[in-house]
């Protein structure tokens, strides 16, 4: 069974950056597209960006400029940089496979605030 591992939130200042790392466990990781979501209190989770298996990228307007998905196939593993942080950050983040997998993880906490 596949399972995803997020970590690397934390709390940070406006303007600060953190790094999410997202740990699949199984080898197959290598030939999906992964995704980085997040879900806010009281909103439904949102697709933040993608990373096909080759490593190209593609974001929503809200984070472009501002977030970096990267990914190490040989540590079956997806990150997310996070640069230029706002308080509207400040969520749940999640990492799935493209299709998703039913089983999500448990998510890693940000916390942007002054």
């Known amino acids: 069974q596949v399972q995803l591992v997020e970590s690397g939130g934390g709390s940070v200042q406006p303007g600060g950056s953190l790094r999410l790392s997202c740990a699949v466990s199984?080898?197959?990781?290598?030939?999906?597209?992964m995704g980085w979501y997040r879900q806010a209190p009281g909103k439904q989770r949102e697709l933040l960006g993608t990373?096909?298996?080759?490593?190209?990228?593609n974001y929503v307007d809200s984070v472009k400029g501002r977030f970096t998905i990267s990914r190490d196939n040989a540590k079956s593993s997806v990150y997310l940089q996070m640069n230029s942080l706002k308080p509207e950050d400040t969520a749940v983040y999640y990492c799935?496979?493209?299709?998703?997998?039913?089983?999500w993880g448990q998510g890693t906490q940000v916390t942007v605030s002054s």
């Open positions: 799935n496979r493209i299709p998703n997998l039913l089983v």
């Open positions: 199984r080898s197959i990781f290598s030939i999906y597209a």
């Open positions: 990373i096909t298996s080759g490593g190209l990228t």
